[in-house]
């Protein structure tokens, strides 16, 4: 004998039992995405995989989308796209980066950087290749998987999304590599702008002073402001930094570059380029060498030439950013964001070079210019200054990534001036230790970025 309430929980019960489908347990099937419904509903045998469907649209369409059903992870939370099928975008990335580069430091292998940038960028190339395509795969997952990463904030949470896409160990690796980048671009901010900072009062002081402390003393407190620049007072000096940098940089380089068109004299090398010349016998393939003779050693001069090409590749990678962070609303146009990035950062570098190139060709190859004039040398160093805020912007992005997910929108201003410290502590030490290769490895550290 049944009572109504014995049925009614028979019932409740029957309804908690799965469906059984061959006599096997009911299972949900797995969240495939933007897959198109065909592909889904194509019949498929057991130990048999069906290929998938000839659908319409070009043949590059259809590969990745063969690629993401062979190779999508079993995750069924949060499937990652392997960082090897952004092989166009890091291809045309790789081959922007290292022709501008080439085109910006062919000329320096002559100077006192010497023949060490002929090894050290192809190293960095590798490492801009695997920064490019898992930058690439990451934002190609969170546009099909997740539309609350599409809110302006996913950059602060890359770690977790390195940890997911290539797994924990990789992710490690990766999250070192972009505070290396951090180390670089501060190392070549620190130098550079240090090194202005002497020759410009050694201009203006009537009194010789040892600029050996001098330099010293800019060391130091470039890397502190760089803490603090982190932490407490990140967001007032980003936003002046945006207001009054770009229209200040663009004047100074103007007028720095008409300054230069209008110095007919020859140069001085150093005593470097001297070495390199005789050793190789490179005087009959870049012409006329005699005024090296009668160098001088001076090589702040070729600094302003390097902050050209640091600032062409860290503003085309804040150009890049904004990009990506702007069109994730909309994913169809994150391939014609990362295009355009790609094709600007490429026209930059190649802006850049042709100019070192004509303004370098009248002097017989001599590639090293002192700048006599004194009022260019000043506005080479004011330019040199504002044009470092891009890359203070583009560290402290990096940074942005390291904070919580729960503290977003919050400003955790001593937790990021702790994760600074150490950063700012190596970066001086190179601007110490290595003052003459520290332009060479923030220029080539900032392309792993």
């Known amino acids: 004998m049944s009572y109504p309430g014995d049925r009614a929980e028979n019932r409740f ?28 509903n ?24 063969w690629y993401r059903q062979q190779y999508k992870k079993a995750d069924p939370v949060l499937p990652a796209v392997p960082a090897s099928l952004g092989l166009a975008a890091t291809a045309a990335s790789l081959a922007g980066n290292l022709t501008g580069a080439g085109m910006v430091m062919i000329p320096f292998a002559f ?55 290539v ?53 130091v407190g470039w890397g502190v402001f760089f803490v603090l620049f982190s932490g407490t007072t990140a967001t007032y000096c980003r936003y002046w930094c945006g207001v009054l940098n770009t229209p200040v940089a663009v004047v100074l380089m103007i007028l720095l570059l008409s300054g230069i068109a209008g110095n007919k004299k020859m140069a001085a090398g150093t005593g470097e380029a001297m070495f390199t010349i005789k050793l190789f016998d490179l005087g009959s393939l870049i012409g006329d060498v005699s005024g090296l003779s009668k160098g001088v050693k001076d090589v702040t001069s070729a600094l ?6 640091i600032l062409a590749f860290n503003f085309a990678g804040v150009c890049e950013f904004t990009n990506i962070r702007r069109d994730m609303k909309a994913p169809p146009s994150f391939t014609k964001a990362a295009a355009f990035g790609v094709a600007g950062s490429t ?34 160093h004011f330019f040199t200054v504002t044009c470092m805020g891009q890359v203070s912007n583009l560290s402290d992005l990096i940074l942005g990534e390291y904070d919580r997910v729960e503290d ?21 030490g190179i ?10 490895m923030g220029l080539v550290g900032s392309l792993a970025l």
């Open 167 to 219: 797994g924990p160990g990789l992710s490690k690796v990766v999250s070192a590599l972009r505070l290396l980048c951090v180390v670089g671009l501060w190392a070549v901010v620190i130098v550079i702008i240090s090194a202005a900072i002497v020759d410009f009062m050694a201009l203006i002081l009537p009194v010789p002073t040892p600029m050996g402390y001098v330099y010293c003393g800019c060391v």
């Open 408 to 428: 977003y929108g919050k400003r955790v201003v001593w937790r990021r001036a702790r994760i600074s410290a150490p950063l700012a502590l190596c970066a001086g």
């Open 42 to 65: 194509t019949p498929s045998t057991p130990g048999f995989t069906t290929a998938a469907p000839i659908q319409e649209g070009d043949w590059w369409t259809q590969t990745k989308l």
């Open 304 to 309: 302003y030439f390097v902050s050209l090409g």
């Open 347 to 380: 026209l930059a570098l190649f802006i850049v070079g042709v100019t070192a190139y004509a303004v370098l060709y009248p002097f017989n190859g001599n590639v090293v210019l002192i700048f006599n004039t004194r009022n260019v040398r000043i506005a080479a």
């Open 431 to 440: 601007a110490l230790a290595l003052p003459y290769e520290g332009p060479l």
């Open 13 to 40: 019960r029957m309804e908690q039992v799965p469906p059984a489908s061959n006599g096997h347990a009911y299972a949900p099937p797995p969240d495939y995405g933007d897959t198109p419904s065909t592909i889904l």
């Open 111 to 165: 100077v006192w950087i010497g023949w060490s940038a002929l090894f050290w960028l192809p190293v960095f190339g590798v490492l801009a290749v695997f920064s490019a395509g898992l930058l690439e795969s990451c934002c190609e997952m969170l546009e099909e998987r997740h539309e609350e990463y599409r809110r302006f904030h996913w950059y602060t949470q890359y770690s977790d999304i390195a940890n997911r896409a």
